[in-house]
């Protein structure tokens, strides 16, 4: 999944696969022929991780493999929220069909990552990202979401709160509940609401 694939509150898979050959799976490059000729396509020299010029970086790993060991690939595995890092609006989207992301895209894995992900993307949560606790801002429209300034929003462990947002599928019912929660007056609702158009 690539960054541009994340919506508000979903994706859209463009059926794009990942050669996923990392040194922890051990993986037997000659059980799967059609794989290795298709990375030998690229070049066996190319590939070959020895650090010579025209190589990748000097590592133990065999030429097909990723550079890295992805200590944490099993991550993927897991329900997770995923979204872009450079957005335009509050793009989160729940992932639980174990997909892969690039690196347009960031994951965050919790028990209650229905509840986070429906957060997020509220307006309530936007507007505060992008007019407080954003740093980084992208010409007029553009803001990047990164860990630094996501760990700094404060959102709600009331178990109530959790269970009623994991089981609204109405946005404007999630928006509800969630200015509720964080007890907005109308006046602050309206301006919200009013400076996301």
């Known amino acids: 999944m690539r960054g541009r694939d994340i919506k508000r509150y979903s994706y859209e898979f463009a059926d794009l696969y990942l050669i996923t050959t990392f040194p922890s ?3 037997d490059i000659e059980q799967y022929p059609a794989v290795k000729q ?16 025209g190589s990748r970086k000097k590592t133990n790993n065999k030429w097909f493999e990723t550079q890295d060991s992805i200590s944490y690939w099993e991550d993927f595995y897991k329900q997770k929220v995923v979204y872009p890092e450079t957005t335009q ?22 028990k209650h990552a229905i509840y986070i992900q429906k957060t997020l993307s509220s307006k309530l949560f936007e507007f505060a990202y992008k007019c407080i606790f954003s ?16 760990v700094k929003l404060p959102i709600s462990s009331n178990n109530k709160a959790i ?15 969630i200015y509720n929660l964080y007890e ?14």
């Open 25 to 27: 799976l051990k993986i």
């Open 184 to 197: 907005l007056t109308n006046e602050e609702i309206q301006f919200i609401e009013n400076r996301q158009g």
């Open 135 to 150: 740093s980084i801002e992208l010409g007029t429209n553009g803001y990047q979401y990164n860990k630094h300034a996501l």
């Open 163 to 177: 269970i009623t947002i994991e089981n609204l599928s109405d946005d404007l019912k999630i928006n509800q509940v």
């Open 89 to 110: 609006g509050a793009y989160f989207a729940f992932d639980d069909k174990q997909m892969f992301i690039d690196k347009t895209c960031f994951m965050l894995i919790s």
């Open 38 to 53: 298709h990375l030998l396509s690229f070049g066996y020299d190319r590939l070959k991780q020895t650090g010579d010029k």
